[in-house]
């Protein structure tokens, strides 16, 4: 069983190349071992192009292998058309007599039937190998389908005495308590998630562009909450670097709790991620009414004295990072 989670882990490692272009697809990894050795790799081609499963199966020089190989994948291989055949026909026409299997997809398309179709074939299927961890990889997918909004990060830096703005501010920009390595992660992950998500103060107080300037890859959705659909489309959320929604009295009930009636209106428009970066109404609001699955702090080595004070909420610890003079801690949500 241990060689299986070994090429499983392998399969997780490659898959994170499609992180942030393969959705609304899942970003699967798949590997082809013979003889213990791998023959052939692939991972999730960019929405509308090909699976994990069939590229791996093409990348395999010598196709006759095939009829005696195993094929590794993160997630249950797909039974129904869509821009592309069954991952699983294909499986079945290749010969391809072992197929160990992460996790089983949830997705009512899929849901079991891949397995199904694979057994009856004749193949010899494993479930189940490093199930958590390919879980946990494809949560943006899972949570997506299973509760119908999207994958919920909240992200804000804070200072050493717990304020994420100053008081008061003289311009109209964004005041830095982290370091440059700490920004440019943050930009990473904006290229990794679907949208972004901030509240109408937080663009009158700092003009943000939310983009991923410093890191090569997708800009994310801007999604800014604004009541009354007055901000000025001179500001640099509603420039042509990305594009933008705004969610107003028009799509939800100000008067009632905001935080799923966005989540309703962004899962109607398709979007599987969202990072959430303020300002600290915005960030409460979410945690208030537990809508969150991670949190990402950065603590950077300065000092307000006074301020906008940090977010409350509690979480598990899952990693504490350093980034020279910056702290990194992530949370998952305990009780989602």
Not at 108 to 129: D, Q, Y
Request: aromatic content about 8%; some cysteine.
């Amino acid at each position: 069983m241990k060689i299986h989670e070994k090429y499983i882990k392998r399969c997780i490692e490659i898959a994170k190349n499609g992180l942030g272009t393969t959705r609304p697809n899942p970003m699967v990894g798949c590997v082809i071992t013979h003889n213990n050795h791998i023959i052939g790799e692939g991972f999730t081609s960019p929405y509308g192009g090909a699976h994990a499963e069939v590229n791996a199966i093409t990348s395999v020089k010598d196709q006759s292998l095939l009829k005696t190989a195993t094929l590794y994948v993160t997630l249950e291989p797909c039974s129904h058309y869509g821009k592309t055949p069954p991952c699983s026909d294909l499986i079945i026409e290749k010969g391809i007599p072992n197929v160990v299997i992460g996790t089983i997809d949830t997705h009512s398309k899929v849901a079991g039937k891949g397995i199904e179709r694979l057994k009856s074939a004749g193949c010899n299927v494993t479930v189940g190998i490093l199930e958590d961890k390919c879980q946990n990889h494809h949560k943006r997918f899972f949570t997506f389908h299973n509760k119908q909004r999207p994958y919920i990060i909240l992200k804000w830096a804070q200072t050493q005495d717990n304020f994420i703005a100053p008081k008061t501010k003289t311009k109209q920009r964004p005041v830095w308590i982290t370091n440059k390595y700490s920004r440019q992660l943050t930009h990473k992950w904006r290229t990794e998630e679907h949208a972004i998500l901030v509240g109408y103060h937080t663009v009158m107080a700092d003009n943000p562009s939310l983009t991923a300037r410093d890191w090569a890859g997708q800009h994310p959705i801007r999604v800014v909450v604004d009541k009354t659909n007055t901000l000025q489309k001179d500001l640099n959320i509603f420039n042509s670097d990305a594009e933008t929604i705004v969610i107003s009295e028009n799509d939800i009930n100000f008067n009632q709790s905001i935080a799923k009636q966005i989540c309703n209106a962004l899962y109607k428009r398709d979007i599987q991620s969202v990072i959430i970066e303020g300002g600290r109404k915005t960030l409460q609001t979410f945690i208030d009414d537990n809508l969150w699955d991670e949190a990402r702090i950065f603590t950077g080595n300065v000092q307000f004295k006074t301020g906008v004070k940090t977010p409350e909420f509690s979480g598990t610890l899952i990693s504490e990072t350093q980034l020279e003079e910056d702290i990194l801690q992530i949370y998952k949500n305990a009780i989602v």
